[in-house]
């Protein structure tokens, strides 16, 4: 069993930048791949990065390239996201997720992200 604990988000303009943190419970850290995820108001749970076990390869969704940078630091069991030049549509519940093959996955408990124009 992983628990994910997420910090960071809150409230910032349009043009600004934040940093999320997600820190994972137990040892075995470094065998997930983690991610991202975000919810908007009124929409399905969508994509945003990914980053797998080792750090050394990322993925993320169009609408974040360039803006958004996904990061881990396993000595800490931690992911980050850190979110430039943030747009009012990047208004959401962001939520961390842990996976490991075959079927584990666990999701972190959400935080809010409010960009304002």
């Known amino acids: 069993q992983v628990q994910l604990v997420q910090s960071g988000g809150g409230l910032v303009q349009a043009g600004g930048s934040l940093r999320l943190s997600c820190v994972a419970s137990g040892r075995t850290f470094n065998s997930y791949g983690m991610a991202w995820f975000r919810q908007a108001p009124g929409k399905e749970r969508s994509f945003v990065a990914f980053?797998?076990?080792?750090?050394?390869?990322?993925w993320y969704a169009d609408s974040v390239k360039g803006r958004g940078t996904i990061s881990r630091d396993n000595a800490k069991s931690t992911v980050y996201l850190q979110m430039n030049s943030l747009k009012p549509e990047d208004t959401a519940v962001y939520y961390c997720?842990?996976?490991?093959?075959?079927?584990?996955?666990?999701w972190g408990q959400g935080t809010q992200v409010t960009v304002s124009s």
């Open positions: 980053i797998n076990s080792n750090g050394a390869a990322t």
């Open positions: 997720h842990a996976e490991r093959w075959p079927v584990e996955n666990y």
